[in-house]
């Protein structure tokens, strides 16, 4: 059965990386996987999206810059019209790099910033001086003009700090601040879950960053956390620095968690195995063997998991089950099932007062 294609595909290109990121989701480490596909083989992977017709393409990591065939490959996907970015931790862009990038084709540069200060964000990517790097590697861009947003990790150590965060954001000339939800998926699972938010704490976050998004000039976007755009929907915020209409390029918005749904997301990794979700990390099937059509198109787990009727518990009996569905990376990672109910969301209960509180006066 032919299904719509996801809107954006990420392709971890390398598990290399230069730094030791406690909360990485592909376990990366100082050297490359040997298993990772060749250079033919990804530009066979860029054939077969091209064909497919997907709106986006990141490619990260891992660290994309540690891989030698990184621009070769961006020149390839962009002579096949695909636009492309990529996720980077920053600190091995100069001036030279970013000015190359740009002229591959990269559309803009995820870089990641997980603190206001150099403290907070090295704690995190476990390399003392990677702030410093980080903001090197932002000003190059600057410069050089590629595009740039701010990726960045919401924690218990960095509830203090979003609004310093985002300012640091805005000053520094980012296109878009992403702050994502920690979940305790990859090395996460070992060495962050004393920083996974509470229900109330996640609550305030997503209440805080969406009232910020009405005097906010560039769009707040929060990726693992399908409860934001129904914050901003039930606060009404009406953003006063550009139509409202970009909200919905939030992602999740009226569409609920992504993960393996069509003009949704999908992920794939330095090996070729293939998840719904970089949170989700199911093994779907490997593009060495399969093409990634029909992996898309014939995953019995992908069948399940677009079937929103299939949720369990909370999510399955709320009335935001199609628009929010909850992280199914979170539900996964805490009880083993894709479509149990999401433990991070604080909207049943207040929904479930609401109800109350309607009936009690129309009694």
Not at 298 to 310: F, G, I, K, M
Not at 334 to 353: I, Y
């Amino acid at each position: 059965m032919q299904v719509l294609p996801p809107f954006m595909v990420s392709y971890s290109i390398t598990t290399k990386c230069n730094l030791e990121c406690k909360h990485c989701y592909s376990n990366s480490a100082d050297k490359a996987s040997p298993d990772e596909m060749t250079t033919e083989e990804a530009l066979r992977l860029i054939d077969d999206l091209s064909k497919w017709g997907i709106g986006l393409l990141i490619i990260d990591g891992g660290e994309p810059l540690c891989r030698g065939d990184l621009i070769d490959i961006i020149k390839y996907a962009s002579s096949k019209s695909i636009r492309t970015t990529i996720g980077s931790n920053g600190t091995l862009i100069d001036e030279a790099m970013a000015r190359k990038l740009r002229d591959a084709g990269v559309m803009s540069v995820a870089i990641s910033v997980d603190g206001a200060d150099a403290k907070t964000h090295d704690s995190l990517r476990g390399i003392d001086g990677a702030f410093g790097q980080t903001f090197k590697g932002i000003e190059a861009c600057r410069n050089a003009g590629l595009p740039f947003q701010f990726n960045m990790v919401i924690r218990k150590e960095t509830l203090s700090q979003l609004e310093a965060m985002l300012r640091l954001a805005v000053d520094s000339g980012a296109e878009a601040a992403e702050f994502f939800d920690l979940v305790a998926a990859g090395r996460a699972k070992e060495e962050c879950k004393s920083q996974l938010l509470s229900q109330d704490e996640r609550k305030w976050a997503m209440e805080w960053l969406a009232q910020s998004q009405e005097d906010c000039p560039i769009i707040i976007r929060v990726p693992g956390c399908p409860m934001y755009p129904l914050t901003l929907q039930r606060k009404q915020i009406q953003p006063r620095h550009f139509s409202a209409d970009m909200l919905r390029r939030v992602p999740y918005y009226d569409r609920g968690c992504a993960a393996g749904m069509p003009m949704g997301y999908v992920m794939i990794q330095s090996n070729g195995d293939v998840n719904p979700c970089m949170l989700l990390q199911i093994k779907l099937g490997n593009v060495r063997e399969q093409s990634l059509t029909s992996i898309w198109e014939n995953s019995p787990v992908l069948t399940e998991l677009r079937q929103r009727d299939l949720l369990m518990g909370e999510c399955g009996n709320c009335s935001y089950r199609v628009t929010c569905s909850g992280c199914r990376g979170r539900a996964y990672e805490e009880t083993g099932d894709m479509m149990a109910a999401d433990s991070g969301c604080w909207l049943v209960p207040e929904l479930v007062k609401e109800k109350e509180k309607q009936l009690g006066s129309i009694g």
